[in-house]
């Protein structure tokens, strides 16, 4: 009779913990289907499926199998956003402190995977425009395969983002920036034996002309240059004149105009 009693007494205490939990669940449920709407309906309203179109991430969201658009798949998201909110409050009210717990941290970590999305929707905006300037220029001046490249533009900026994005999310941080570097200090490597190896003739060409006109220009200089030390000791010279050994300076000879009228007999 005392297990019993116990056991009644512990359920009659839970009861009034599972009827908050299932009325939190249920209004917060409520909320977050009209969150979700409202979301949509905002984002629809100001364009965000045209932006996203032209990003690339409509595309992405259909190829995951999302049945819906841009907007639709950030609403949902914003959905469970809430709906983790209502889940944390609902389980401390059932008196579950393990379970909240580890929602907030999953909490905590949606706002990481919104600002990765963003990321890579700019990054989206950025490759695209940058591969069409890209392939517009290389095609004006008529500079290899344009279409190669623009998409190697438009790779790098992927590469760019999605290490950001990742970054962002947490997700083996160490790994993915190590094997940027390496990729990257590969590329650089490459570029720098083939240009080495296949452009060695034209860096000896172009070294040895800015060498010849070194040689050509040094005459010139050192002429320019002693002319312009005979200007300086000239004008040194004007304004500094020779002192008599009194100390006066010596006075400059008087020059008179026109011819002496004297005859030679008479000067004679």
Known sequence: MTSIAAALAMFLGAIPKIIG???????????????????????RAVKFNDLAQRSGFSSFVQKSGIR??????????????????????AFDALGLPAVSQ??????????????????????GLAANALHAVVRGATSQADLGNPDLLANLARGAVWAFAIVIAV?????????????????????ALALGLAF????????????????????????????????????????????????LSNG??????AVTGGFDSTPVSSRD
């Open 196 to 243: 080495g190896l296949g452009g060695r003739d034209t860096a000896a060409l172009i070294v040895r002309n800015w060498y010849e006109q070194g040689q050509q220009a040094a005459p010139r200089l050192a002429e320019a240059a002693s002319s312009a030390q005979d200007q300086m000791q000239s004008n040194s010279r004007e304004s500094n004149p020779r002192p």
């Open 248 to 253: 006066q300076p010596l006075a400059r000879p």
């Open 68 to 89: 819906t658009d841009a907007a639709g798949a950030l609403a949902t998201i914003a959905k469970w956003f809430v709906r983790l909110i209502v889940l944390v409050v």
């Open 21 to 43: 939990f299932a009325v939190i669940l249920i209004f917060g449920w409520i909320i977050a289907s009209l969150v979700s709407t409202a979301v949509a309906a905002l984002l």
């Open 102 to 123: 580890v929602l907030e941290q999953l909490l905590l970590w949606i706002p990481n995977l919104v600002v990765a999305m963003v990321v890579l929707v700019l990054a």
């Open 167 to 187: 970054n962002q999310l947490g997700i083996a941080t160490t790994l993915v920036n190590t094997l940027f570097m390496a990729t990257v200090g590969a590329v």
